[in-house]
């Protein structure tokens, strides 16, 4: 099993940066896949950004491309979304997800069922942009 705690939420104004963390505990060596996912007020979970395994592959959404950066330090078991240039469309509960996956194409963000992937599951952090 594996535990994992968003935190970092706040409101933050338009343009302005955040970081989000997770802290994975628990048997954090079975997954090397993690993702944030994003549930905006009245819509479906949707995948932000993703990084897998020890080469630290990275995607994210095309709404996020060039303003959001994840990473990941493994000694800390912490998983990272700094967010920069934050827009009105950015607000939702953040959620941290992991999964094990045998390579990359298994660690999906931009699929639509993306969520359906992941296995482990934060409580979420929420975030308000103001303008």
């Known amino acids: 099993q594996v535990r994992l705690v968003e935190s970092g939420g706040t409101s933050v104004q338009a343009g302005g940066t955040l970081r989000l963390s997770c802290a994975a505990s628990?048997?954090?060596?079975?997954?090397?896949?993690m993702a944030w996912f994003r549930r905006a007020p009245g819509m479906e979970r949707k995948g932000v950004a993703r990084?897998?395994?020890?080469?630290?592959?990275?995607d994210y959404a095309d709404s996020v491309k060039g303003r959001f950066t994840i990473s990941r330090d493994h000694a800390k078991n912490i998983l990272y979304l700094q967010m920069n240039s934050l827009k009105s469309e950015d607000p939702g509960i953040y959620y941290c997800?992991?999964?094990?996956?045998?390579?990359?194409?298994?660690?999906?963000?931009?699929?639509?069922?993306?969520?359906?992937?992941?296995?482990?599951w934060g409580q979420g952090t929420q975030v308000t942009v103001s303008s």
């Open positions: 990084i897998y395994g020890g080469i630290r592959s990275t």
């Open positions: 997800a992991a999964r094990y996956s045998y390579d990359r194409w298994g660690c999906p963000v931009t699929r639509r069922d993306a969520r359906d992937a992941y296995n482990y």
């Open positions: 628990g048997s954090t060596l079975s997954v090397n896949c």
